[in-house]
């Protein structure tokens, strides 16, 4: 019996403890990660992809598929290679060599986790690396943690989450580049040789630039459905950095914090923990990674990421920063005639000194605005209960404006310079408050737990950030750690985070940050849902939604009908139209009910009854993505579908027009072609005239294999099917 396979048998044996394995192999349902760890030796990456036995383990190595990777290169001893560690030691020294101690396998209630401890061969350094195969899933994430054992401090001046080596090939590379307004849009490129480079230094809307996640194929041309992809999300709601390094050899991925102006102090016994790297692998294309990243996050990362969300009204687009008590009141009596449950009042509602009457003032005076609202938000809640309709409340808890009584008694809960004068961002006053310093942390709890012990009837927050990090100074930290600020900042807003969550689990809330500035898995465990973009254009969602819904799930994705003409495009589109974008995730309003002509008031009513029949299906079913809006075929479309296959529901949005023009047919994913279904048009504008395509029965084989002509349906600009599928007995 070799060594391998006793370790083996010793690893079923125990279930915990060190090991003297030398492969230790992480599983998921269907995929698996192999490393080799030998005491005394650097711990390598063998292998990550399709599901092998622990029998299968020698295969890999006659496969000649071992990549012999360092697990966590470090910076000193080898020159080759991008690496992922770099220390100075209190001598001076700038080498780290790391080999393994031991090996721990052992299961928690979410996970199988592989512990591999790895040592310093000289000083007493020690970096804990753990995969962590979350249970019922396919995602495996991994981490490191420092410990630092000397006597006296050391600096980090790398300390990436993962290396991660992947095959090269030819591999093409999708990711999400966005700005405000015009988030998470997809690119896809072929990868060539040399580094590319996904990142963002903005300190707090970590998402407004490109999104910390990206998918690699390993055999050409992304695909929905087929071809092997990996794909990684960094779970970090601050400053990050991926460098996807190619040559003709290897591709290699380092991944974690962006670790610029960020060295770290490590004092002694102190341990420094980065944030995890989630990771899967998929032999069905995209959709493969998409869907079980969104499983994953609604089991783990999601706040009650298993139940179902209200459809809310809020009030930004309808009145901006003109609240008041009649308006408010109009409002939730007009969402909840239509058949909504929940209304949130936005920004505009509080400022005692100063009235919020523009962007100018009043952050961080989070006491009600008694010109606007002399009832209170009692009186706001007497509203609601009277319409039968759910309140929320829209606060920016991190922010404060330099005309605002909490500046005039707290300038030095400013993160700023004593040497130089403010610089400020929306409206000319706005700065950050320094969420390193607990004071800071207690107030930012406060402004919540004073909402929710005052008013336990608030059922919902939308907590918004306006601001990038500035004035790079923090008065709390000392001055040998201000490169602590970019860390400290995001630790200190978990820690605020966890209190909240700790006293109210139930609360939802809303992470936005100048729309979608922060959607990404460092921040998302503690809230419900995202404010997708402030971009409400339902044509150019289409492209947003799709690039989000690569590792977010639509039960995440808050996606509202507003205006026509839409506020930030000036384009003019069929209410229909809207309303079938936003029911493809988290369905909304942001609008003024009152503005609406009865006809459209009863189309929304009769959409929002549509969308409470599909919810289930939209927001925990699976989704596959049929004809992406980035192919300029003239359409877009997307379903989702029940595991049980019973139910689905397809969107089609025509996004091009022309006479005579193609239009491919859409071939539905997802189905059983065992089963036959009916079709349900969902939003026809008519009544009396939906789709010719309701009530029509036709089997999952034709959907699934020759699929469904949508041209006749969709003549018109701006023309669009939602359509429920469902088993016909
Ligand atoms: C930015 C958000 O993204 C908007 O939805 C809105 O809440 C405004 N802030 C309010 O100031």
Same mark, same amino acid.
């Given at each position: 019996?070799?060594?391998?396979?006793?370790?083996?048998?010793?690893?079923?044996?125990?279930?915990?403890?060190?090991? @003297?394995?030398?492969?230790?192999?992480?599983?998921?349902?269907?995929?698996?990660?192999?490393?080799?760890?030998?005491?005394?030796?650097?711990?390598?990456?063998?292998?990550?992809?399709?599901?092998? @036995?622990?029998?299968?383990?020698?295969?890999?190595?006659?496969?000649?598929?071992?990549?012999?990777?360092?697990?966590?290169?470090?910076?000193? +001893?080898?020159?080759?290679?991008?690496?992922?560690?770099?220390?100075?030691?209190?001598?001076?020294?700038?080498?780290?060599?790391?080999?393994?101690?031991?090996?721990?396998?052992?299961? #928690?209630?979410?996970?199988?986790?592989?512990?591999?401890?790895?040592?310093?061969? /000289?000083?007493?350094?020690?970096?804990?690396?753990?995969?962590?195969?979350?249970?019922?899933?396919?995602?495996?994430?991994?981490?490191?943690?420092?410990?630092?054992?000397?006597?006296?401090?050391?600096?980090?001046?790398?300390?990436?989450?993962?290396? *991660?080596?992947?095959?090269?090939? #030819?591999?093409? *590379?999708?990711?999400?580049?966005?700005?405000?307004?015009?988030?998470?849009?997809?690119?896809?490129?072929?990868?060539?040789?040399?580094?590319?480079?996904? &990142? $963002?230094?903005?300190? =707090? !809307?970590?998402?407004?630039?490109?999104?910390?996640?990206?998918?690699?194929?390993? #055999?050409?041309?992304?695909?929905?459905?087929?071809?092997?992809?990996?794909?990684?999300?960094?779970?970090?709601?601050? %400053?990050?950095?991926?460098? +996807?390094?190619?040559? $003709?050899?290897?591709?290699?991925?380092?991944?974690?914090?962006?670790?610029?102006?960020?060295?770290?102090?490590?004092?002694?016994?102190?341990?420094?923990?980065?944030?995890?790297?989630?990771?899967?692998?998929?032999?069905?294309?995209?959709?493969?990674?998409?869907?079980?990243?969104?499983?994953? @996050?609604?089991?783990?990362? *999601?706040?009650?990421?298993?139940?179902? !969300?209200? =459809?809310l009204l809020n009030s930004w687009e309808g009145v901006y920063f003109n609240v008041n008590q009649e308006g408010m009141d109009q409002m939730m009596k007009d969402m909840?005639?239509?058949?909504?449950?929940l209304f949130v009042m936005d920004d505009g509602w509080f400022g005692d000194k100063y009235p919020r009457n523009d962007d100018k003032t009043s952050l961080g005076d989070w006491t009600v605005c008694k010109e606007k609202l002399p009832e209170g938000i009692g009186g706001l809640l007497a509203s609601a209960k009277k319409h039968?309709i759910k309140f929320g409340i829209w606060i920016e808890p991190e922010m404060v404006n330099t005309k605002s009584e909490l500046f005039e008694k707290h300038p030095?809960w400013v993160?700023?310079?004593?040497?130089?004068?403010?610089?400020t961002g929306r409206g000319g006053s706005q700065v950050v408050l320094?969420?390193?310093?607990?004071?800071v942390?207690?107030f930012v709890f406060g402004v919540v737990d004073k909402l929710m012990t005052e008013y336990p009837e608030i059922a919902y927050i939308k907590w918004d950030a306006n601001a990038?990090?500035?004035?790079?100074?923090?008065?709390?930290?000392?001055?040998?750690?201000?490169?602590?600020?970019?860390?400290?900042?995001?630790?200190?807003?978990?820690?605020?985070?966890?209190? +909240? !969550?700790?006293?109210?689990?139930?609360l939802?809330i809303q992470?936005c940050?100048s729309?979608?500035?922060?959607?990404?898995?460092?921040?998302?465990?503690?809230? %419900?849902?995202?404010w997708?973009?402030d971009?409400?254009? &339902?044509?150019? !969602?289409?492209?947003?939604?799709?690039?989000?819904?690569?590792?977010?799930?639509? +039960?995440?994705?808050?996606?509202?009908?507003?205006? $026509?003409?839409?506020?930030?495009?000036?384009?003019?589109?069929?209410?229909?139209?809207?309303?079938?974008?936003?029911?493809?995730?988290?369905?909304?309003?942001e609008i003024q009910p009152k503005?609406?002509?009865?006809?459209?008031?009863?189309?929304?009513?009769?959409?929002?009854?549509?969308?409470?029949?599909?919810?289930?299906?939209?927001?925990?079913?699976? *989704?596959?993505?049929?004809?992406?809006?980035?192919?300029?075929?003239?359409?877009?479309?997307?379903?989702?579908?029940?595991?049980?296959?019973?139910?689905? /529901?397809?969107?089609?949005?025509?996004?091009?027009?022309?006479?005579?023009?193609?239009?491919?047919?859409?071939?539905?994913?997802?189905?059983?072609?065992?089963?036959?279904?009916?079709?349900?048009?969902?939003?026809?504008?008519?009544?009396?005239?939906?789709?010719?395509?309701?009530?029509? /029965?036709?089997?999952?084989?034709?959907?699934?294999?020759?699929?469904?002509?949508?041209?006749?349906?969709?003549?018109?600009?701006?023309?669009?099917? &939602?359509?429920?599928?469902?088993?016909?007995?």
């Amino acid at each position: 019996m070799n060594g391998k396979f006793l370790g083996l048998l010793l690893l079923g044996a125990l279930s915990a403890g060190t090991l @003297a394995a030398k492969d230790y192999l992480v599983s998921t349902r269907h995929t698996s990660l192999l490393i080799k760890a030998d005491e005394g030796k650097q711990a390598r990456f063998q292998y990550y992809g399709t599901k092998i @036995a622990e029998n299968e383990i020698d295969g890999i190595y006659n496969a000649d598929l071992a990549y012999w990777a360092e697990t966590y290169p470090c910076f000193g +001893i080898s020159s080759y290679g991008e690496k992922a560690f770099a220390v100075a030691h209190s001598d001076g020294n700038m080498s780290v060599d790391l080999v393994v101690e031991g090996v721990r396998q052992y299961s #928690d209630e979410e996970a199988d986790i592989t512990e591999i401890t790895l040592k310093d061969k /000289v000083y007493p350094l020690v970096v804990k690396q753990y995969y962590k195969a979350y249970k019922g899933t396919d995602v495996i994430s991994t981490w490191v943690e420092i410990t630092n054992n000397a006597k006296k401090a050391l600096t980090l001046y790398k300390f990436a989450s993962a290396s *991660l080596p992947v095959k090269r090939a #030819d591999n093409w *590379l999708t990711h999400f580049h966005g700005t405000w307004g015009a988030e998470n849009m997809m690119e896809e490129e072929k990868l060539t040789n040399g580094q590319k480079v996904i &990142a $963002n230094k903005e300190g =707090i !809307r970590n998402t407004q630039t490109d999104n910390p996640s990206f998918m690699l194929t390993l #055999d050409g041309c992304p695909q929905e459905e087929n071809g092997r992809v990996i794909g990684a999300s960094l779970a970090w709601s601050g %400053n990050y950095l991926m460098k +996807i390094i190619a040559d $003709n050899s290897r591709i290699n991925v380092i991944a974690g914090i962006n670790e610029e102006v960020s060295h770290y102090i490590l004092e002694p016994k102190e341990t420094f923990v980065t944030p995890e790297l989630a990771m899967t692998y998929s032999s069905e294309g995209k959709g493969g990674v998409s869907r079980a990243f969104h499983r994953w @996050a609604r089991a783990y990362k *999601l706040n009650q990421g298993n139940k179902e !969300r209200d =459809i809310l009204l809020n009030s930004w687009e309808g009145v901006y920063f003109n609240v008041n008590q009649e308006g408010m009141d109009q409002m939730m009596k007009d969402m909840s005639a239509m058949g909504g449950e929940l209304f949130v009042m936005d920004d505009g509602w509080f400022g005692d000194k100063y009235p919020r009457n523009d962007d100018k003032t009043s952050l961080g005076d989070w006491t009600v605005c008694k010109e606007k609202l002399p009832e209170g938000i009692g009186g706001l809640l007497a509203s609601a209960k009277k319409h039968n309709i759910k309140f929320g409340i829209w606060i920016e808890p991190e922010m404060v404006n330099t005309k605002s009584e909490l500046f005039e008694k707290h300038p030095d809960w400013v993160l700023s310079q004593d040497n130089r004068p403010l610089t400020t961002g929306r409206g000319g006053s706005q700065v950050v408050l320094d969420l390193t310093n607990p004071e800071v942390q207690d107030f930012v709890f406060g402004v919540v737990d004073k909402l929710m012990t005052e008013y336990p009837e608030i059922a919902y927050i939308k907590w918004d950030a306006n601001a990038a990090l500035m004035n790079y100074g923090s008065h709390y930290l000392p001055s040998q750690k201000q490169s602590h600020i970019y860390i400290e900042y995001h630790r200190g807003m978990n820690k605020v985070l966890e209190r +909240i !969550r700790a006293k109210y689990p139930n609360l939802v809330i809303q992470a936005c940050a100048s729309g979608g500035g922060r959607v990404n898995y460092g921040f998302l465990p503690y809230f %419900n849902e995202f404010w997708t973009s402030d971009d409400t254009d &339902a044509l150019q !969602r289409i492209y947003m939604q799709w690039g989000v819904s690569n590792f977010y799930p639509s +039960i995440a994705m808050a996606s509202h009908v507003s205006a $026509n003409r839409n506020h930030q495009t000036g384009r003019v589109l069929p209410l229909k139209y809207r309303f079938d974008v936003a029911m493809s995730a988290r369905l909304g309003m942001e609008i003024q009910p009152k503005d609406m002509t009865d006809a459209d008031k009863a189309f929304a009513g009769r959409a929002i009854a549509a969308y409470k029949k599909i919810r289930p299906v939209v927001q925990f079913g699976d *989704l596959y993505r049929l004809v992406s809006p980035y192919d300029k075929k003239g359409i877009a479309s997307l379903m989702y579908a029940t595991p049980e296959k019973d139910k689905a /529901v397809l969107f089609v949005y025509k996004t091009e027009h022309f006479l005579n023009q193609l239009m491919p047919d859409v071939v539905l994913s997802g189905l059983d072609e065992n089963k036959t279904y009916r079709i349900t048009d969902l939003t026809p504008e008519n009544e009396q005239k939906p789709s010719a395509l309701n009530g029509k /029965v036709i089997s999952g084989k034709i959907l699934k294999e020759a699929g469904l002509s949508v041209a006749s349906a969709l003549r018109a600009e701006y023309s669009s099917l &939602a359509l429920l599928f469902e088993v016909v007995d």
